[in-house]
């Protein structure tokens, strides 16, 4: 098996100054690998680069190459345009810190992007639709209320409709940006949950500023500090709770 990304040499550089450093990190299916580090470490920064989301930001230079090996459909860097960047940020799917909920009924905000995007209707659309809520277990609780606002919704709730809204433009890997940092304990365990099932079929790239989820959710752990990769523990060296510590230090 391949790495689905591969990260090399990679610069980010905002009005001429570098938040990421010479950045090489390959990401492997069925692994959810861990971003920590203290704030302005450069961690969102990141995960934009790997759909190309800094471009939004003025006077954003982008150096180095980030490749992508999805499943004998795509193979390249995407810095070379060689994937439209339509196709790239729905093959590379992104939910934020904040649930960011279109403001429409649960029912729209995942089959809006799915008739702009993909171009579906019908059935399939319904199809679509159900199997994203299914797959974050969210249909029970809102199969009754589809048409409601979306708003309605508890942050939990609102939450795992972001991510059902990615999972269904059938992307292949995810970059979460603290997915449960807004949320509650009950809420965010089931969010933790939910991304253990979802490693089995996407590659998985998070942020996040809690140890003990660190811990919880990580098969790979990478500490980000002053825009530079310093250090990285697998699963193993995490069972080592004084070494997990080293690390965690380093970290903040």
Not at 198 to 224: F, G, M, N, P
Request: with cysteine.
């Amino acid at each position: 098996m391949e790495p689905a990304v591969v990260i090399s040499n990679l610069e980010v550089l905002f009005f001429g100054k570098a938040v990421l450093k010479d950045i090489h990190l390959s990401l492997w299916p069925g692994r959810i690998t861990v971003l920590v580090g203290p704030s302005g470490s450069g961690k969102s920064t990141l995960l934009r680069a790997i759909n190309r989301l800094n471009e939004f930001f003025p006077d954003c230079q982008t150096r180095g190459s980030v490749s992508l090996h999805l499943q004998n459909q795509y193979h390249g860097d995407i810095y070379q345009n060689t994937i439209p960047l339509s196709d790239l940020r729905r093959r590379v799917g992104m939910v934020f810190q904040t649930p960011a909920v279109l403001p429409f009924s649960i029912e729209k905000n995942i089959t809006m992007p799915l008739q702009v995007t993909v171009g579906l209707t019908g059935s399939a659309l319904t199809e679509r639709m159900t199997r994203a809520l299914q797959e974050v277990a969210l249909w029970d609780e809102v199969k009754d209320r589809l048409k409601s606002s979306a708003n309605t919704l508890s942050g939990g709730q609102q939450q795992r409709l972001c991510l059902a809204r990615v999972l269904a433009l059938e992307p292949q890997i995810l970059l979460l940006d603290e997915p449960t940092a807004s949320l509650d304990y009950k809420s965010a365990a089931r969010i933790e949950s939910l991304l253990l099932n979802l490693k089995e079929r996407y590659t998985i790239l998070a942020i996040s500023h809690s140890l003990s989820q660190t811990r919880r959710i990580a098969d790979r752990v990478c500490v980000l500090r002053q825009g530079q990769l310093i250090q990285e523990m697998d699963r193993n060296d995490m069972a080592d709770i004084r070494t997990f510590q080293g690390l965690m230090e380093a970290a903040f």
